[in-house]
């Protein structure tokens, strides 16, 4: 057996004694692993394993409890994709009372642009605004500041917007649904200027792209904020 088994078997036997008591480190632990560990067959056994401890977790109706320590497990929340696995740790996040200790972390999650960002950054916005942080953050050239601008999900301008969008389309189903999804892409595309109070009647762009989803404008008649929030559905 080569030194790279040893580790291999090592990183098996650790994993197997805390998965049970401790699953978050456990997964936490084949994370750092797939770093070192690079041939298909290993990550296939360590994604297997990982697998079945996620199963674990759903089996036990979700509830877990961790030891890692909150900084751990915000550096693990950056390598991450917006998985069941995020999740956890992100709702593990809302209870640690030394959130504050660590704002300048969360940066990070602010540092990139694009629709795809926007999913991290609205939900880590308002695990900061829920804990109470009061730090300037850098954000598409703008500073945003939890405390001093509130709640992302809950901004009276979205809940406004929300009504507005979806008694325009109660009557018909199918449109009402293609208005739920142009609405959620919206929010995320836009979701710095909504905080900052630079949108005005917005759902008009909305309205604008769930007609030409529908085959009821052409895509020439969208301004250019339509026509970007349009691109999201080509």
Known sequence: MNIEEKEFDKLYEQVEEIRKEDPLKAIYLIDEA??????????????????NIVFQIKKNKLITKTNLDTLTMINSLKNKKMDYVFMLIYNELKNREDLKQYA??????????????????????DLLYNAKIDYDYKVQNEIINPVKLGSFLENKEILKMQDEIFATFNKDVAKNKIARQVFSAYLFQNWVDILLKKTQNDYIQIVDVVGVLYGEKNVDELDESEKKLYAIFR
């Not at 070192?36 to 296939?44: G, I, P």
């Not at 300048?104 to 880590?124: M, P």
């Open 34 to 51: 797939k770093k070192n560990f690079v041939t298909r067959n290993e990550l296939a056994d360590i994604e297997s394993l990982r697998e």
């Open 104 to 125: 300048s972390e969360f940066q990070y999650f602010f540092n990139s642009e694009g629709f795809d960002n926007a999913g991290f950054q609205t939900l880590v916005y």
